[in-house]
């Protein structure tokens, strides 16, 4: 948030500024008439500056649709209309957001959010995008559509002061899917600072249909502080120019597509993921643990025939993809950047999905395992012995969830749970008590309370006598690090 201050500041600064602007015109205005006597000429330089200073300031008339316009990881609803004029409002706003649990930064956005809105539109519409940047913002913006034949893709004509709009009108010539972002300043500070998104252009007749179409857009930050450190961060302009980024994520927030808020789907659906790669530095091999794309619309070219079976697809930075995948199995499945060293930067989603299991596609064989992490990090699901007996169970920590997320024992069973902090980050567990809240008097915390990066820990518990669903959790990040312990 702004103090009244700031905002005085920024409006007295605009008044200065157009103030001067005025002065400048004066100053012009008067030295044409000094040097030219003809009368006619000073009515004609009077005319021109008033004509100019209209194309300067006017926004034009908005003509057309308004399409809906939808935030991460929500898309707009296919189109069935042919081309037609459609208006794109879109305001540049400079505020504070958290990207991971406990970390703040000060973004620049395209209406408030990272990634900006999902722009959805057809081939042959004509286009008009009205840019106007928030009085309150302190830094001139502007936009720069890939789906634009034209100088700066738009940029150029859309630089904007804060408190200033201004339009220009394209032509959709291309079927796609195109990044747009900031192409102000340093160009990929505007980009680190989360001003991208993404504009579909759909071909006529659109793509085939699907069961359901989500939004996701990888990018970075590069704060002063290390990955996790508390509290506000600034950017780091070093780190940025040595392309070594704190965060490496999906739609803006370290845990925007994991516990509540992962994507849901279910067995026999097709899904299909919009994705781009905001960057502004690092391309992404994205691939999605135990699933393979049947589609790949490869660098979102969509008149070209998709590629099929592939399980990691290449997406340049200020590029994108579109992937189809078919959905067997039921489980949570991961989004990643195989750059797997960037899952502790951020870069995790999930795709959880729900349904009957499908035995003659995947099944577990021989005795229940006592969860042995997979090689990539993905959660799997942990079932002790199928006695009362007592119990050693592995808990891995990472940055941040645990592994396996989900857990089964007995009633009754007394539960050691060894757990080793594979992260940088500091975590602990804590088991709810029986009423499934956390802070109760029954829950369970680890020893020692906080364990850090390499370290270990154990939690000793009692497994109640009430069959269900206890969840767990690390206190420090939750809702995202958290899991559900079975109870049979
Ligand atoms: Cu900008």
Redesign the pocket.
């Known amino acids: 948030m702004k103090s009244s201050g700031d905002r005085l500041r920024n409006k007295t600064r605009t008044h200065r500024r157009l103030a001067a602007l005025a002065y400048q015109q004066s100053q012009l205005f008067l030295a044409v008439s000094h040097q030219l006597a003809d009368s006619w000429i000073v009515i004609l330089a009077l005319l021109l500056m008033v004509l100019t200073s209209g194309a300067c300031n006017a926004s034009g008339e908005k003509r057309g649709l308004t399409p809906d316009l939808t935030g991460a990881p929500l898309v707009p609803p296919p189109l069935s209309r042919g081309p037609t004029n459609v208006s794109i409002d879109l305001e540049?706003v400079e505020k504070q957001i958290e990207i991971a649990p406990g970390v703040q930064y000060p973004a620049?956005t395209f209406n408030g959010t990272v990634p900006g809105p999902f722009i959805r539109v057809r081939q042959g519409d004509t286009v008009q995008v009205n840019l106007k940047n928030s009085p309150n913002s302190l830094?001139t913006?502007?936009i720069d559509l890939h789906a634009v034949t034209g100088p700066g893709g738009g940029a150029a004509v859309t630089s904007v002061a804060p408190g200033e709009e201004k339009s220009f009108q394209f032509k959709a010539t291309k079927a796609g899917l195109f990044v747009y972002h900031?192409a102000?300043?340093v160009v990929a500070d505007?980009i680190a600072n989360g001003?991208y998104g993404l504009i579909l252009v759909e071909p006529p007749g659109g793509l085939p249909p699907v069961s359901r179409e989500f939004y996701v857009m990888q990018g970075e930050f590069y704060t002063t502080g290390e990955t996790a450190a508390q509290g506000l961060q600034q950017q780091d302009l070093a780190k940025l120019l040595a392309e070594q980024p704190a965060y490496v994520m999906f739609n803006g927030h370290t845990q925007s597509l994991i516990g509540d808020r992962a994507l849901k789907a279910s067995v026999g659906e097709t899904v299909r993921i919009y994705f781009g790669n905001g960057g502004p530095n690092l391309a992404s091999s994205f691939h999605i643990i135990g699933e393979i794309f049947d589609k790949v619309y490869k660098e979102a070219s969509i008149v070209s025939p998709p590629v099929r079976d592939i399980q990691t697809t290449l997406v340049p930075a200020g590029g994108a993809t579109i992937v189809d995948l078919h959905l067997d199995v039921p489980g949570d499945y991961k989004l990643v950047d195989h750059s797997l060293g960037r899952l502790l930067k951020g870069a995790l989603g999930t795709l959880h999905v729900e349904g009957s299991p499908h035995p003659e596609i995947f099944k577990a064989l021989g005795p229940p395992s006592t969860a042995a992490p997979s090689d990539h990090g993905a959660p799997a699901a942990a079932t002790a012995s199928p006695s009362a007996e007592a119990t050693t169970i592995a808990v891995r920590m990472r940055d941040n969830f645990f592994v396996p997320t989900e857990i089964t024992v007995r009633a009754g069973q007394p539960v050691t749970f060894t757990l080793s902090n594979d992260g940088a980050a500091p975590h602990n567990m804590r088991i709810a008590g029986i009423d499934g809240k956390y802070n109760s008097a029954d829950d369970a915390v680890s020893e020692p309370g906080l364990i850090l990066g390499g370290q270990q820990g154990v939690l000793h518990w009692q497994a109640p006598e009430q069959p269900g669903r206890y969840p767990f959790q690390c206190d420090i990040h939750p809702p995202g690090m958290s899991g559900t312990i079975i109870v049979e």
Do not use: D, L, Q, V
């Open positions: 540049t620049w830094h913006h502007s900031c102000s300043g505007h001003m």
